[in-house]
């Protein structure tokens, strides 16, 4: 028990002396842009691929939005991936591609394994361009965000990106507001720190994208990983590629707006992370190609979702060392003594992130809310320990990992309300994938 605590308490210092020198590196450090001052280019052939199940609410904004982005029109297909939807999504994306036929590229998918990683598998068979830009269907790209994903690419070394996701509906309630201020910890301070030291950028699934050889040399998307963004990001290190993050690259999302949402998606976050964990921690530790500071750093990121519960762990035995071993009197009053400390700058080191980052994006405002994100590190702490236990329970019991989807909270537009959409409910096809033209 002893023993046990210990690791747990000198777990916990290493991750508290990595959020405080990621948040001094971005207030103070050398920050790395490279790629932005990319502007004039002979620019590759990029498919973008925005993945859609059951998206009507949200999948017309998108589409919209990236038929206005400032890339070569000959040079961008958008192609959006219909998994399987039973709404009107289906109905919605047709309209946007008939009025615009030269833009398209549609990918309507009525079979196969669901979840989006073997969606993203079964188009990407269908692409011949280099460069694949991924979206969800509810992020809203900026005007010049393409050109910002792209510009990586040029570097050889380079194979995948990532932008930063910004909340668009941060002022619909508290909850979107705490999440505003996690995002921004998560990608201002940590994603940009990690860019800056050389460690290792996390490809995250969404305004990002990946170079199709990279792809094709780690063996494609893993449709067995709930979280496959993860899963490429550290295949492709170990096969020597870079990710890159590009903190002005701004995407922006819609975030969960009720609790019980928003604990459903750190659950599954949760179980993804660990699973990719399990798949790859060993094999990074042992690989010599990749430095040692990018070795120990990928090795933290994957750990990370084993903090909750180990930190409950933590506390646990520190109450029974404490109350329940007199003769170790002594080392109960240390281990209390550290817990405590931990809370004291352990738990601050992420709301130091968090302050940061408000800091650093002008909206200093928002710093009045910073002491309430204790009540959304509490459900977090429970969520993802809870999930750590039922995945345990599934890996004995051999049960698969099951993918669910994040329920949408924008209203559809009126004129694309899918009612009003001639054969929208035919949501399904006969066959299991339609293409409307091939890829040059």
């Not at 669910?404 to 949501?427: D, V």
Request: some cysteine; hydrophobic content about 45%.
């Amino acid at each position: 028990m002893t023993a046990i605590l210990g690791c747990i308490i000198f777990l916990l210092v290493i991750y508290t002396i990595r959020h405080y020198l990621f948040t001094l590196n971005r207030l103070f450090g050398r920050q790395r842009q490279p790629y932005l001052d990319i502007e004039q280019a002979t620019w590759p052939q990029v498919v973008v691929c925005v993945a859609a199940h059951n998206e009507e609410r949200v999948i017309a904004d998108a589409l919209n939005a990236l038929l206005e982005v400032d890339y070569p029109r000959d040079k961008l297909i958008i192609m959006p991936m219909n998994d399987r939807s039973t709404d009107g999504t289906r109905g919605i994306i047709d309209r946007i591609a008939a009025a615009h036929p030269d833009r398209f590229m549609l990918f309507h998918r009525s079979a196969g394994r669901p979840g989006k990683a073997a969606a993203l598998r079964d188009a990407t068979e269908k692409i011949q361009a280099e460069i694949i830009i991924v979206f969800d269907a509810d992020y809203i790209p900026a005007r010049g965000l393409i050109k910002q994903l792209v510009a990586p690419f040029f570097d050889p070394e380079v194979g995948a990106i990532m932008g930063r996701v910004v909340p668009i509906n941060a002022g619909a309630n508290l909850l979107t507001r705490l999440l505003d201020l996690e995002r921004a910890g998560g990608y201002q301070v940590d994603q940009a720190a990690r860019m800056n030291l050389g460690l290792v950028p996390q490809y995250g699934g969404t305004v990002g994208g990946v170079r199709r050889c990279a792809l094709e040399e780690i063996g494609g998307w893993n449709i067995d990983m709930l979280a496959e963004d993860t899963d490429v990001t550290f295949r492709l290190l170990q096969n020597g590629w870079k990710t890159v993050y590009q903190n002005r690259s701004e995407c922006y999302e819609e975030v969960p707006e009720v609790w019980p949402v928003r604990i459903r998606q750190i659950s599954r976050w949760s179980r993804g992370h660990n699973q990719v964990m399990g798949r790859n921690l060993t094999g990074l530790l042992k690989n010599k190609r990749i430095s040692l500071r990018e070795r120990i750093d990928g090795a933290l990121l994957l750990c990370v979702f084993l903090m909750p519960p180990l930190l409950l762990i933590g506390w646990t035995l520190t109450v029974i060392q404490f109350f329940m071993t007199s003769h170790q009197w002594l080392f109960g009053w240390l281990a209390l003594s550290g817990m405590v400390a931990y809370g004291a700058f352990g738990t601050n080191a992420a709301f130091f992130e968090i302050a940061a980052a408000t800091y650093l994006d002008g909206n200093r405002n928002r710093i009045r809310l910073l002491p309430l994100n204790i009540f959304g590190f509490l459900v977090s702490l429970f969520s993802i320990t809870r999930a750590a236990i039922s995945q345990i329970l599934d890996l004995i019991q051999k049960r698969e990992l099951i993918w669910h989807k994040t329920e949408r909270f924008r209203m559809a537009s009126a004129a694309l309300n899918h009612e009003s959409i001639p054969g929208s409910e035919n949501a399904q096809t006969n066959s299991p994938v339609e293409l409307s033209k091939k890829i040059p």
